[in-house]
């Protein structure tokens, strides 16, 4: 069992236990609460398809591309959030972590990449 990761707003408490996310209010909770917890949940469901990915086979009409050569071609311009989508992926299976140009590029600059990301597989539109 991972060790819970908490997050607590005035009058309310969220967590991620395992793969799941329990809340608990504590009193009244308000708007700003609210706004609090849901940025805090987007947050919690990214880490979890991370943390907790589902695997099916490749597509057949996908791209499979390496981390780092997905990485040079952003940088090259080759591909835009205009020019389709992808999912994060192995060198097998790919993921139900769906990315675009612009989310792998933040997620890029902040290094979180999951250890068994090595691929992206990519749909153009």
Known sequence: ?????????SNLVAEIINDGINISPE????????????????????YLKFTYPEFEPLSDYGKLI????????IMLGCFDDYDGSGCLA???KQSNVSVSVSSFARIDSNHDFPEWVTHVIWFNK
Do not use: H
Not at 38 to 44: C, I, P, V, Y
Not at 66 to 73: A, E, G
């Open 1 to 9: 069992m991972k060790k819970p990761i908490k997050f607590r707003c």
């Open 27 to 46: 009193g009244n909770v308000g708007a700003s609460d609210a706004n609090y917890l849901f940025q805090w949940l987007t947050s919690a469901v990214i």
């Open 66 to 73: 390496t981390i780092d050569q997905f990485r040079k071609d």
């Open 90 to 92: 192995t060198e097998s």
